[in-house]
T-cell receptor, first 116, second 114 residues
Framework: AQSVTQPDIHITVSEGASLELRCNYS??????LFWYVQSPGQGLQLLLK??????LVQGIKGFEAEFKRSQSSFNLRKPSVHWSDAAEYFC??????????????FGKGTKLSVKP | DGGITQSPKYLFRKEGQNVTLSCEQN?????MYWYRQDPGQGLRLIYY???????QKGDIAEGYSVSREKKESFPLTVTSAQKNPTAFYLC?????????????FGSGTQLSVL
């Protein structure tokens, strides 16, 4: 069965520091991978996605993620964190249902706090 | 502006009561979804609809019901059979029902039990 693991429940970084949020997936074929961000009390917004091709994917708000098949990972990175990046981040993998394309499986999220 | 509108923002349910959460989209999307979010649990799929007049159970459909009579509307009813309804409910849509489609989310409804 497909699954997504985000090992870190909560991370705190200083403003201006670099950031890496970890995501590991379990999937039998080439996955579709996504990172979404959620501000408190709001819906989710897509940061970036990977389907195929270049394993380094650029997203909005200065985020990037690298797909590493050998490690089954899709970690999210940002070189310099801003206070407005404080939010919860969700990794998701595209699942198959009954042989047809289907829905996403979400990780449990990583909450990011930013220190001034 | 195009988007997804969920209402109400906050909802309170009395024991034994059914309540309905509204979700409307003007994006002309075929597919719509309902997710439940509990703290530390991520998002879990309740129901989804690939196209108007069709819907399918997700991972945690028990105690919930939906309808998709119009393309733009996908209301969720939390029935009295759902014994632990307190959660944040998110509605989403995508242009098509396909794994590689971007999901657009509403701003959610917080449901609490009185």
């Amino acid at each position: 069965a497909q699954s997504v693991t985000q090992p870190d429940i909560h991370i705190t970084v200083s403003e201006g520091a670099s950031l890496e949020l970890r995501c590991n997936y379990s999937y039998g074929a080439t996955p579709y991978l996504f990172w979404y961000v959620q501000s408190p009390g709001q819906g989710l917004q897509l940061l970036l996605k990977y389907f195929s091709g270049d394993t380094l994917v650029q997203g909005i708000k200065g985020f990037e993620a690298e797909f590493k098949r050998s490690q089954s990972s899709f970690n999210l990175r940002k070189p310099s964190v801003h206070w407005s990046d404080a939010a919860e981040y969700f990794c998701a993998v595209g699942a198959l249902l009954g042989g047809s394309q289907g829905n996403l499986i979400f990780g449990k999220g990583t909450k990011l706090s930013v220190k001034p | 502006d195009g988007g997804i509108t969920q209402s109400p923002k906050y909802l309170f349910r009395k024991e034994g009561q059914n309540v309905t959460l509204s979700c409307e989209q003007n994006l002309n999307h075929d597919a719509m979804y309902w997710y439940r979010q509990d703290p530390g649990q991520g998002l879990r799929l309740i129901y989804y609809s690939q196209i108007v007049n069709d819907f399918q159970k997700g991972d945690i459909a028990e105690g919930y019901s939906v309808s998709r009579e119009k393309k733009e509307s996908f209301p969720l009813t939390v029935t009295s059979a759902q014994k632990n309804p307190t959660a944040f409910y998110l509605c989403a849509s995508s242009l098509r029902w396909a794994t590689n489609e971007k999901l657009f989310f509403g701003s959610g409804t917080q449901l609490s039990v009185l």
